[in-house]
Each structure stands twice: as C-alpha cells, then as structure tokens.
Nanobody, 125 residues
Framework: QVQLVESGGGLVQAGGSLRLSCADS????????MGWFRQAPGQEREFVAA????????KYADSVRGRFAISRDSAKNTMYLQMNSLKPEDTAVYSC??????????????????WGEGTQVTVSS
C-alpha cells in the first residue's frame, strides 16, 4: 500500500529556496509515476511537476519551469521538489501524488490514485 508523507515546507523570503520531500512509507515506490500539486486558499489544486517511475521523463507547469526541479531516489523511496527563486505566488499547500503507471503523469489530479497530506510553503515578500 502506498503511503505518502511530505516534508520540507516552511516560511522563506522571496528569492529563497526550499526542498520538499515525499517519502513512501509503504515501500512500493517503484513503478509509480509521481507528481507534485499545490493549492492556495480559495483556489483549485494546481499541477506543479511530475516524474516517471524511471526518473527519465519529467513535466513542469509553465509557472515553475526553470525555477523548480523534480527528482526521485527510488532506493530511498523518496521524491524531491527543489524550489528556487521562490515568489509570493508560490505560497500554497504542496502535496505529492502517485499512480502505478510507466508513463510520466499528467497535470490532472484525477490521474493520481494516492495522495499525501501536504506541507505548507509560505513565501514572504
């Protein structure tokens, strides 16, 4: 059973960096495409990035491309989101998601079967 737990959120000034982690305590990380989503208060859940189970294919939202980098370490059952040049509009609860498929995941939350609880990221101006 997939059990996803995020960590690494916090408060950072604009221009700063954070690295989020998503660990699968269920130890079934392999063969799962993984993604990061975020949701700000009063807004819909928004796709951030996704990575295939091999790590060779990635996708990014236009709003974060060039600033964020998604990666995974299957030996550690952990996925990462390195966030650089953070902006106040990046403030949101960030959640990781997984789906058992070989292809890299897409931007629709409906594609994913498993979700973590989320971690808060706040960027001050």
């Amino acid at each position: 059973q997939v059990q996803l737990v995020e960590s690494g959120g916090g408060l950072v000034q604009a221009g700063g960096s954070l690295r989020l982690s998503c660990a699968d305590s269920g130890r079934t990380f392999t063969y799962y495409t993984m993604g990061w989503f975020r949701q700000a208060p009063g807004q819909e859940r928004e796709f951030v990035a996704a990575i295939s189970w091999t790590g060779r294919s990635t996708k990014y939202a236009d709003s974060v491309r060039g600033r964020f980098a998604i990666s995974r370490d299957s030996a550690k059952n952990t996925m990462y989101l390195q966030m650089n040049s953070l902006k106040p509009e990046d403030t949101a609860v960030y959640s990781c998601a997984g789906r058992r498929t070989a292809a890299v995941g897409g931007p629709s939350p409906d594609e994913y079967d498993y979700w973590g609880e989320g971690t808060q990221v706040t960027v001050s101006s």
